[in-house]
């Protein structure tokens, strides 16, 4: 993917790349990719069901070594039946993160509509490519309400609810200036940055606290509804490299967490 190479992935603790490689010399030449954040078990008997021959899951399917494969682990299962249906696994996961026009460009994006920026710079620049790299502190040029702030979330990502953790001594409708985005966890990519806001999709508890006693509120989604809505923008990037693959988002994937 020349869009998202590998090499911009943090490998320090990331597992990109392709994961499973299910291709022999007597494949059909068509290109069936489904996409995903998670590749559950409904995600890989959606894959099956739909003749699919390579998942694109943003997440590392498998992420530390396995000494063993076994149908009795769920997630093992899935692998199974994968290799046995001939379909490949790929997972860009944290290139996609850092590559200009990823996820954070695209929750920047969302973040700032009807605003205009006055800069849009990365937290952790990639050491090669300075265009590139983990998380996006964005300034407005006039102040925002942080109430238009989750509004704009909302309607970005598809959420009814976001969770919102107000800055002490704050109102609901505090000005925002500055606003520091992470895809996913933000925890460490936010260390060391001053931000008015900090929109990620989990915090622990402890590292939330600290921004709201500090002053500072946040904004947070649950970890794959910051990236989920985004592979809509990532089909059509793919389509472009792949004119001729049928790609499709998975019907399946969801986050693990619901409101009631």
């Known amino acids: 993917m020349p869009f998202y190479p590998i090499r911009l992935a943090d490998k320090s603790w990331d597992n990109t790349g392709l994961l499973v490689d299910s291709s022999s010399d007597d494949d059909c030449n068509e290109i ?26 943003y997440h590392p399917f498998i992420f530390r070594g396995l000494k063993s494969i076994t149908p009795q682990d769920p997630q093992q299962r899935s692998l199974i039946q994968l290799i046995q249906n001939k379909i490949s696994v790929y997972s860009p996961h944290t290139a996609v993160d850092s590559a200009k026009g990823g996820v954070n460009d695209f929750l920047a994006r969302g973040i700032s509509l009807g605003s205009q920026l006055v800069s849009k710079d990365i937290i ?11 998380g996006r502190l964005i300034r407005f040029e006039s102040p925002v309400g942080l109430e238009q702030l989750v509004e704009n979330v909302k309607k970005s990502l598809g959420l009814k609810y976001v969770q919102v953790a107000l800055g002490a001594g704050k109102d609901k ?33 402890h590292e939330a606290l600290y921004f709201k006693e500090q002053g500072s509120s946040v904004i947070a989604c649950n ?27 998975s019907q399946c994937d969801k986050d693990p967490y619901e409101t009631w």
């Not at 952790?124 to 983990?134: F, K, N, T, V």
């Not at 925002?176 to 895809?183: K, L, M, T, Y």
């Open 32 to 57: 069936r990719v489904l996409l995903t954040i998670d590749l559950t078990r409904a995600v890989a008997e959606e894959a099956i069901q739909n003749k699919t021959n390579i998942i694109m899951a």
């Open 124 to 134: 952790q620049p990639d050491s090669q490519d300075p265009e590139c790299g983990m």
């Open 173 to 205: 409708n505090h000005k925002i200036s500055a606003v520091a985005i992470c895809a996913g966890s933000g925890g460490s990519v936010f260390r060391g940055v001053e931000a008015d806001l900090y929109f990620t999709g989990e915090l622990s508890h």
């Open 223 to 249: 970890h794959s509804n910051t990236e989920r809505a985004f592979l809509a923008d990532l089909k059509t990037q793919l389509q472009l490299e792949l004119p001729s693959a049928t790609i499709s988002i």
